[in-house]
């Protein structure tokens, strides 16, 4: 069943952002009086299709939802009727090319624009940025934060929760500046703390920066009880049941949730011998295994429970943040600009082997994500639809011939010589298109694979 979901999800997600992709295409090329022959969603045979005349577009959904083409009346593609020419698009001026063109990647970027203003706009709810365990010998601690810490500004950014400021540190620190932090302690007293940009060398794009750094956000002691049970997962198998309360694992005394979850977590395929109270005061032992789950380049257990929080617990961590309609659109075009430029950094990083390979993320990555995000809830998947449409905008805009950005780098050097490029030139910049994506893809199965692998 968690496949299945996955699948859906993945195929859900893919649909929509190369819906919206293809879609900018499209309506531009209608706009300008280019005719559209087909619109694809999918590769390979049709599964459906729908003309409302045979002088109108074609509409298609195909087998392979991998991709998906807008495929417009064009001289170099087939012969094209004299009453029809002033419609192809090889007829079109420059400006009007270098449009359609750029109207897929752009038609993506105003998605994760429009998703965010949604979400901003019906305001969020996240954790605080307070600072729990420093590590004594860390980057963080070399920097002067203590326990207690809230942080409200890294560099010129405000931020008012966990995920404002783990995405304002991401994007602060792919510059490799040194970053200034401005704090409030404990005491409601504020204070600046810098992180050295040497320290931010090879970990500006890791997902785990923050723990990377020494940091460790501020969470309540939660008691080791049984809140939920995920059906089909280990702790359901074994027989622990909601409202059981862990007292020990393995002969040792369980105080708090989080000591009980890192142990599982380090103890993959492993079986842990459970002491539980049940009910008035019942006492069961059980035996738990908890199965591999590969996050990163690390393989954690993970057993499908999660723990009771009383109502009131969050109070004091949990913060709301709202935006009227004009300052939720700034926020939302903000964070896609900040969003896109941080891809580019991290492309570029890659290029010079200033950061790993192991950040790409291919058709496995990206399908597990979305069943993880699906599964979390609409808000969850919407933000992760923002970024996977923010991705296929940038990666599109690339300079590589058979994408977006290698067709504007045509019509670049087309407005530059005052002629288009010849066959030959375009047919050979397309052979080393291919071979770049078609090697783009491979790598991004393997990184896949070892992940998963372990």
């Known amino acids: 069943?968690?496949?299945?979901?996955?699948?859906?999800?993945?195929?859900?997600?893919?649909?929509?952002?190369?819906?919206?992709?293809?879609?900018?295409h499209f309506w531009?090329?209608?706009?300008?009086?280019?005719?559209?022959?087909?619109?694809?969603?999918?590769?390979?045979?049709?599964?459906l299709t729908w003309q409302r005349s045979p002088d109108d577009t074609e509409y298609v959904l195909a087998a392979l939802p991998l991709g998906g083409y807008v495929r417009m009346l064009d001289e170099t593609e087939d012969e094209v009727?004299?009453?029809?020419?002033?419609?192809?698009?090889?007829?079109q001026p420059l400006w009007k090319r270098v449009a359609v063109v750029s109207a897929g990647p752009f038609s993506n970027l105003l998605?994760?624009?429009?998703?965010?203003?949604?979400?901003?706009?019906?305001?969020?709810?996240?954790?605080?940025?307070?600072?729990?365990?420093?590590?004594?010998t860390s980057v963080a601690a070399e920097a002067g934060f203590v326990s207690g810490d809230e942080l409200v500004r890294v560099g010129d950014r405000p931020v008012r929760s966990w995920e404002e400021a783990l995405f304002a540190l991401t994007a602060e620190a792919l510059d490799g500046e040194p970053i200034t932090i401005g704090v409030r302690d404990a005491d409601q007293v504020s204070h600046e703390r810098v992180l050295p940009g040497e320290a931010l060398a090879g970990i500006a794009e890791s997902p785990d920066l923050v723990e990377r750094l020494g940091l460790a956000p501020q969470r309540p002691a939660l008691p080791p009880v049984?809140?939920?049970?995920?059906?089909?997962?280990?702790?359901?198998?074994a027989g622990l049941a909601v409202g059981d309360r862990i007292l020990a694992a393995d002969g040792t005394a369980v105080t708090r949730w989080r000591d009980w979850v890192a142990?599982?977590?380090?103890?993959?395929?492993?079986?842990?011998?459970?002491?539980?109270?049940?009910?008035a005061g019942e006492r069961v032992t059980l035996e738990i295994v908890p199965r591999a789950l590969v996050e990163g380049e690390h393989t954690v257990g993970r057993i499908g429970a999660g723990v009771d929080v009383p109502d009131d617990l969050m109070a004091d961590y949990r913060v709301e943040i709202h935006h009227d309609p004009l300052e939720a659109l700034v926020r939302a075009g903000d964070k896609t600009l900040d969003t896109s430029l941080m891809i580019f950094k991290v492309i570029g990083r890659m290029l010079v082997g200033q950061a790993s390979v192991e950040n790409l993320s291919g058709p496995i990555a990206i399908a597990e994500t979305a069943g993880r995000t699906a599964s979390h809830g609409l808000e969850s998947f919407a933000k992760f639809l923002a970024m996977l449409s923010i991705s296929l905008g940038v990666l599109n805009l690339l300079p590589i011939p058979?994408?977006?950005?290698?067709?504007?780098?045509?019509?670049?050097?087309?407005?530059?010589?005052?002629s288009p490029l010849s066959e030959t030139a375009l047919a050979n910049a397309q052979r080393v298109g291919l071979v770049l994506i078609v090697g783009l893809m491979v790598l991004a199965f393997y990184v896949d694979l070892s992940r998963l692998l372990g």
Request: charged residues 25%.
């Open 1 to 24: 069943m968690d496949m299945l979901f996955t699948v859906i999800a993945f195929v859900v997600a893919l649909g929509i952002l190369i819906s919206v992709h293809e879609f900018g």
């Open 28 to 47: 531009v090329a209608r706009r300008l009086g280019i005719k559209v022959l087909r619109f694809s969603i999918g590769f390979g045979r049709p599964l």
């Open 81 to 91: 009727p004299e009453r029809e020419l002033h419609r192809a698009f090889n007829r």
């Open 111 to 136: 998605f994760a624009v429009l998703v965010y203003w949604a979400l901003f706009l019906g305001g969020d709810v996240g954790l605080r940025p307070l600072i729990g365990e420093v590590e004594p």
């Open 226 to 237: 049984v809140g939920r049970l995920v059906p089909g997962e280990p702790a359901e198998q």
């Open 263 to 279: 142990l599982v977590r380090e103890r993959p395929r492993q079986p842990i011998t459970l002491e539980v109270e049940r009910g």
């Open 402 to 418: 058979l994408l977006d950005g290698g067709h504007l780098v045509y019509y670049l050097i087309e407005g530059v010589k005052g």
